[in-house]
Nanobody, 121 residues
Framework: VQLQASGGGLVQGGGSLRLSCAASGSGFTLNSMGWHRQGSGNQRELVAAITRGGMTTYSDSAKGRFTISRDNAKNTVYLQMSDLKSEDTAVYYC????????????????WGQGTLVTVSS
């Protein structure tokens, strides 16, 4: 499973961005998908996650401003970010827990390459 993230960029405070992350490959099922971020000097932290069935989890900083969604047919997860603040500046990484079933069940986690979001004040 390979993940390709896109949609990062420079935005003014209060603005919006939409991140996308598409999985490529075949023969797998994507279970949970999520977005994490790592700001300068900080540890990587979970921003939001979504199960295959659509249940979502958000960090306290993301609640009310960010929305995670997914398109299972396209193996893609999205993060709609609104009311962006300077503290949201970070590299955003997508990840997924996947399962291959053939020839034997194999579970794993894949990470995307990261996309930089910069929020100017």
């Amino acid at each position: 499973v390979q993940l390709q993230a896109s949609g990062g960029g420079l935005v003014q405070g209060g603005g919006s961005l939409r991140l996308s992350c598409a999985a490529s490959g075949s023969g797998f099922t994507l279970n949970s998908m999520g977005w994490h971020r790592q700001g300068s000097g900080n540890q990587r932290e979970l921003v939001a996650a979504i199960t295959r069935g659509g249940m979502t989890t958000y960090s306290d900083s993301a609640k009310g401003r960010f929305t995670i969604s997914r398109d299972n047919a396209k193996n893609t997860v999205y993060l709609q970010m609104s009311d962006l603040k300077s503290e949201d500046t970070a590299v955003y990484y997508c990840e997924t827990d996947y399962m291959f079933y053939h020839p034997t069940p194999i579970a794993g986690r894949a990470w995307g390459q990261g996309t930089l979001v910069t929020v100017s004040s």
